[in-house]
């Protein structure tokens, strides 16, 4: 017999046929069948004795039983279906695994009761087509985590005096299982992005192989297909839970099809029930989110055997890696060109580094305790974390000798530069260099005052520096604030009176603040 069935239908009309003066390649033509079968199932037919009339008066059960013979409609009957399920699980489990190997595998089980491959496939596609669209991507046991926030958001509500805003929703998915994670959070900017991600690692209790986020501008610097820039401390982020990010590509919403799909649920699984529910607070909102995550992971699949925890179980887990013993703990990037006091500017402090790198740009890592400098990779300072503005944190080892940082600067010769616009212009930068720790930390204040020089006059700078002195106040900040301010000056007395030209947004003599 052929190894494809013909159908019934065709099967009458084969019979119907074979009276008929229509040679065997005209016949396979007619009933789109080879030319090869035709011939088998006209020798069984003329072998059977079965005419016309008869095809139309006998029921097919026993037309097939008298052309087919009782053998070979036991035997269709005695084939063992292969398990779909398992061979997708499979096909996820490993990457190596293939349609192949699973039917070689099948066929040593089940022997002479086992489909041929050919069959044993055609099964498998069938039932993979009635999956939903998003489900047929195929993604393998532990290896992608994908990541995304959700377009909802969910209003807070300020209770006792406290600020209202909209919580967002942030959304993970593991690739094989599917199994969710979701939380609020009170913004979308990178420490928020970062610990969300921290959270998620932690309630799956391992790390993915692959991170998979939607080019959000907090993870990637740049978006492109091919090369992709990412956000420094997203990639340390990674780089602790030996991950790798790999945003999908623009534009290609396909590439992160089950965080869509998961988003989606989650949208309607937990917001949808919480649609009716006040909170005031992101713990409280959270802690409703989470028997409702619960529930989502637990639900069982329509289509396919188990829910989402127990195939993450099952599949994910074990592939994953272990999370390192001690949390990531957040970090931030910033690239800086060292000034010419050995010094850069972070949150408005400044912190020191070794003197021979001024000019140099290097990269500073800084966390709520502490402060990292980083020249080509290494590690060249190490500050404790200050948040006093203004203010400096130098480290002895990191002075030049003589604390001469830079040949063409001095103290000595800022103080000449001051004194040959005035002698109160004079005293305001020697007041500069002597109010620091040391004079090259005065530096940048003094810089500051031969721009103002350059914006308003040098006869401008010395009467707002008279005046500063007299207010008692002889800093780079009150100078730049009476200049600024000479709009709303007011006429002064003899004594503090000054002669400030009008310039810009000054009215004119004898004003002051």
């Known amino acids: 017999m052929p190894n494809e069935r013909i159908s019934m239908s065709k099967l009458k009309r084969l019979i119907g046929l074979q009276s008929s003066n229509l040679s065997v390649r005209a016949l396979a033509r007619a009933l789109d069948l080879s030319i090869g079968a035709v011939s088998k199932y006209l020798r069984a037919v003329r072998a059977a004795g079965i005419s016309a009339a008869d095809a139309e008066s006998l029921p097919e059960a026993e037309l097939e039983l008298r052309v087919f013979g009782p053998t070979t409609a ?65 993604h393998f046991a532990g290896e992608k985590l994908f990541v995304d926030y959700a377009g909802r958001t969910v209003p807070i509500h300020g209770r006792g005096g406290e600020e209202s805003f909209h919580a967002q929703l ?29 959270r998620a690692l932690e309630y799956y209790g391992a790390a993915p192989t692959i991170l998979v986020p939607d080019n959000p501008r907090v993870g990637v610097t740049r978006a492109d297909r091919y090369e992709p820039e990412l956000q420094r401390s997203y990639e340390e982020l990674a780089s602790h839970y030996q991950a790798v990010i790999i945003p999908a590509r623009p534009y290609r919403p396909k590439d992160k099809s089950r965080v869509e799909l998961t988003v989606l649920l989650v949208c309607r699984w937990i917001l949808a029930r919480l649609r009716h529910q006040r909170f005031f607070s992101l713990d409280e909102l959270n802690a409703a989110i989470r028997p409702l995550l619960a529930e989502l992971n637990e639900r069982s699949f329509q ?23 001690a949390p990531y703990v957040y970090a931030e990037w910033k690239e800086r060109t060292v000034a010419f006091d050995y010094h850069i500017e972070i949150d408005r402090h400044y912190y020191s580094v070794p003197h021979a790198l001024v000019g140099h740009s290097v990269w500073a890592r800084f966390t709520a305790t502490s402060v990292e400098v980083f020249f080509r990779s290494e590690r060249v300072a190490s500050h404790i974390r200050s948040y006093q503005r203004g203010a400096h944190t130098t480290l002895p080892e990191h002075m030049p000798k003589a604390h001469r940082a830079h040949a063409q600067w001095s103290p000595k010769r800022l103080i000449q530069w001051g004194e040959s616009i005035g002698s109160n212009t004079g005293a305001v930068v020697e007041h500069l260099l002597h109010s620091k720790p040391h004079p090259e930390q005065g530096y940048r204040a003094c810089l500051g005052l031969l721009a103002l020089a350059r914006e308003y006059g040098e006869s401008r700078l010395e009467a707002a520096s008279a005046l500063a ?45």
């Open 74 to 138: 036991a035997k269709a009957n005695a084939l063992v279906a292969p398990d779909c399920a398992w061979i997708h699980n499979e096909l996820k489990r490993h990457r190596h695994v293939t349609l192949q190997l699973l039917w070689e595998e099948y066929a040593e089980r089940y022997v002479k009761a086992a489909y041929q491959r050919s069959a044993f496939c055609a099964i498998y596609r069938r039932w993979e087509k009635r999956l939903k669209r998003s489900m047929r991507q195929r």
């Open 170 to 198: 942030f959304v993970a998915a593991m690739g094989a299982s599917g199994c969710a994670y979701a939380e609020a959070t009170r913004t979308q900017t990178l420490p928020d992005w970062l610990a969300s991600h921290v």
């Open 303 to 325: 289509r396919l055997p188990g829910s989402r925890r127990s195939v993450f179980e099952a599949l994910d887990r074990p592939a994953m890696r272990t999370l390192p013993s």
């Open 469 to 513: 002195r007299r207010l008692g106040s002889p800093t780079r900040k009150s100078v730049k604030s009476i200049l600024e301010s000479g709009r709303d000056l007011r006429p002064a007395n003899a004594e503090l009176a000054l002669d400030l030209p009008a310039h810009g947004n000054v009215r004119g003599p004898g004003y002051y603040h």
